[in-house]
Structures are given as C-alpha cells and as structure tokens.
C-alpha cells in the first residue's frame, strides 16, 4: 500500500464511486506529469483537468508527492503486469514480440480513447525518502524481468549483454508513445512489425562486423567555465529531471555560487536549452565527421554510434536526455523537438543510402532511425555498468543491440 492509499479514509477505499474519483485523478496527474514533470505539477491542474475542486483532490492525496508516487506506483505495476504476461511466452523472440505487442495494443487504446496514459519514469529518481525507494525496488523487479526474457545467463558477459538488451528494449517501449502519433491507427501493425524487424534482426547485414572508427567530436565553449556548468547541469538533469535538479544543486556539484551560475547563464530555461544545443551539436558533429570519413554507409552509421555511445560513457558526457523536454515553455521545447527529429531523419537517410549500397539491411529506416534514438538516448543510465568494464567493450555490447538485433551473440566472440 502507498503512503497515498493510507491516507484515504478506511471506509471509503473500497466503495466503486471512491476507485472511480480515484483512477479519473490518477489519469489527470499522469497527464501532468507527461507534459510538465512530477515537479511541475500541481493539484491545482490536477483538479482542473477532472473537474474538482483542489480540496477534493486532497481528500483523496495528502500530498503533491503522495500523487506523485501513485502515478509512478501505477506504471511500475503496469510494466510489470506486461512483462510477467510476456515471460509465458516459450522463446526469447515469442517473448519480447509478446512485450511490443502487448505495449501497441495499450498505444491503439489509448488513441481511441479507451485508455488514459500512464506517467512516464523520468522523474522517478527525484523522488525522496522510503517512498523513493519503494518505487526504486519496484523498477529493479521490472529490469530484471525485462532481463530475463532470454533466459538464463551463460556468463558474466552475457549477462552484461542481457542488461543491455533489456535497458535498450524498455527504452524503446517508452519512446514509442513519442513519436508514433506520425502515424495512422491503421499503420500500427505496420509499426509493430517494422520495429520488431530491427530488434530481431538489427541493421547491419548478417555477414557484418563490428569495427568502427572513434571520431573526433570534442565540444568546444569559447567561453572558459561555461562548458564545466554545461556538463555538470546535465548529469544532474538526466539523474533528477528538469525540475529536480535546482540551479542550487548544481552549483553545489561545481562547488561554487548560485551568482556564479548567473554569471555564465541568466536563467535555468536558458542552462538547458544550452545543455541541448551542445548535446545536438555533438550529434551532429558525429554525422558530419562520419560522412567526411566515407566508407560503407554502415561504417559511418557504426562509427556515429560508437563515437556517441563513447561521449555517453565517458566523463567528457552525456548528452541531455529528452525527458528533459517536459519542463521547458512550450516555443523552446518545440524547437528542441525539430531539432531532434531532424537528427533522426539524418540517421534514416543514412539508413537509406546504405540499403541501397547493400551495407545495411533492408529495413524501414523511419523506425529503425527512432530505435536508434531510443537506444543513444538512453545510454546515459547505463554508465555504471559501462564503468565496470573497458569502455570499447561496453559500447560494443550496447550498440550490438540495434547493430545485430536482440538475439544474435556475435558480439560475444568479437
């Protein structure tokens, strides 16, 4: 039971009109959450949104964090709830196909509006005391039933290997809901089977090795001290969310004064529009170099992908996190997300050039582009486990994900 639950009246919790209340400020909260983060918001919207008034919305949440915590609760046990009704499946490919159909079906729900969203987990980590904790506990059973969905561990490495195919796959299964609303109702199935292509089979061909170039993308600031901000600002807004990580916090992880954060930055919009500007100039850089290189389409594409994963993994990154998106002004965030998905079209056209050239598999290159950003994106929360290996060998075992699919052990004999 929740701290929230435990708060509501005994006699009321188990009557049909309490539960109904109770599920309509849950779908409005985690519908807060999505668009402005567990900081950002309020009873006040939460009220807003189901028609009550904010002291009703107190009677059945004591606190903003109370709330909070619920919706979080309510996703941890959905993913949970899909990931054990997955695990019946007899093979590791009937299992995770099992998973994305299962999460499509709940995507096609919610777009008929039969279903509400569940809060996304950015900010889970911004969460504080035994209530983090308990929702921390809970994240770990989920990872480590994604884990098991290919079975047993052969060794150390392959358990690495396993971690990282897991992480990989419940990343995508969160970005979908980013940007499948590109596509028809009636193109989910297609979707479905396109993006389970890419974790079956990956990109490159069946004969391909892996053995990229590291490219030179160091980020330059002209400005001495600012690029220190930029990199302490990230890590903390990856770790805690937009609004969990202060303009305090941050100045407190360089050891200086909230005035010298002023100095370099006149406000915190501001901090991580910078912090995006120099994760995409680092992309971009990174495809630029690539094409300069030239080679194969899918030496470039392994050698952006290398050259990022190693910016993630490396005490020069990482780069910001989309998550941190819900907590900008709408005109800023909308230029984020442009600059974004030119990115991502990037990367398909480079897909594209590269079925063409017959280095990469025929695949359809939208989807397999945004499986690619799942996966980059997502790399920054693997970083201890990177640390606990050669940083070459972490990236290949990441990056072998998309790079050969989810089921194929080549990489372990690399």
């Known amino acids: 039971m929740t701290a929230a639950e435990a708060a509501a009246p005994a006699a009321e919790k188990g009557t049909k009109r309490f539960q109904a209340k109770r599920d309509a400020i849950l779908a409005a909260a985690a519908d807060a959450i999505n668009e402005q983060s567990a900081k950002g918001m309020t009873f006040a919207d939460v009220a807003r949104r189901v028609g009550l008034n904010t002291t009703s919305v107190t009677y059945y949440f004591k606190r903003k964090e109370d709330l909070a915590a619920a919706c979080f609760d309510y996703t941890l046990d ?39 969203s569940y809060a996304i987990l950015s900010d889970l980590r911004a969460m504080e005391g035994p209530v983090k904790n308990e929702l921390l506990r809970k994240w770990q059973r989920v990872f480590r039933t994604a884990r098991q969905l290919w079975g ?12 990282a195919r897991a992480h ?16 028809a109702l009636d193109q989910y199935d297609r979707v479905e089977a396109r993006l389970m292509d890419v974790f079956r089979y990956g990109i490159a061909p069946a004969d391909a090795k892996w053995q990229p170039n590291l490219l030179n993308v160091a980020y330059e600031e002209p400005e001495p001290g600012r690029e220190s901000f930029l990199v302490a600002a990230t890590r903390l807004i990856n770790e805690l ?32 529009i910078e912090c995006y500007k120099r994760s995409f100039d680092t992309i971009a850089e990174a495809q ?49 997300i442009d600059r974004s998905n030119r990115i991502a079209r990037r990367f398909a056209g480079t897909i594209i050039d590269g079925i063409s050239e017959g280095s990469i598999r025929a695949i359809d290159p939208l989807v397999a582009s945004q499986a690619l950003m799942a996966a980059q994106n997502a790399a920054f929360d693997l970083r201890k486990w990177a640390s606990t290996m050669e940083r070459e060998r972490a990236v290949a075992l990441y990056a072998s994900t998309i790079a050969f699919g989810m089921f194929d052990d080549r990489i372990l004999d690399a």
């Open 168 to 183: 990989v796959l419940l990343e995508n299964i969160f970005w979908l809901a980013a940007w499948l609303d590109r596509y």
């Open 78 to 116: 959905y993913l949970q709830s899909m990931l054990d009704e997955a695990m019946a499946e007899p093979t590791p490919e009937q299992r995770v196909d099992r998973l994305l159909s299962t999460n499509m079906a709940r995507l096609a729900r919610i777009e008929r509006g039969e279903e509400t």
């Open 241 to 272: 969310g937009y609004r969990g990580a202060s303009v305090q916090k941050i100045a407190s992880e360089l050891n200086v004064t909230k005035g010298s954060f002023y100095h370099h930055l006149d406000a915190k919009d501001d901090l991580v």
């Open 288 to 336: 630029r170099e690539a094409d300069a290189g030239g080679g194969t389409h899918w030496q470039r594409l392994s050698s952006m992908i290398a050259t990022l994963l190693d910016v993630q993994f490396s005490e020069h990154g990482p780069l910001l996190r989309t998550t941190a998106l819900s907590g900008l002004p709408l005109r800023a965030r909308q230029g984020m």
């Open 152 to 163: 047993e561990e052969k060794s150390r490495e392959h358990k690495d290997l396993l971690g």
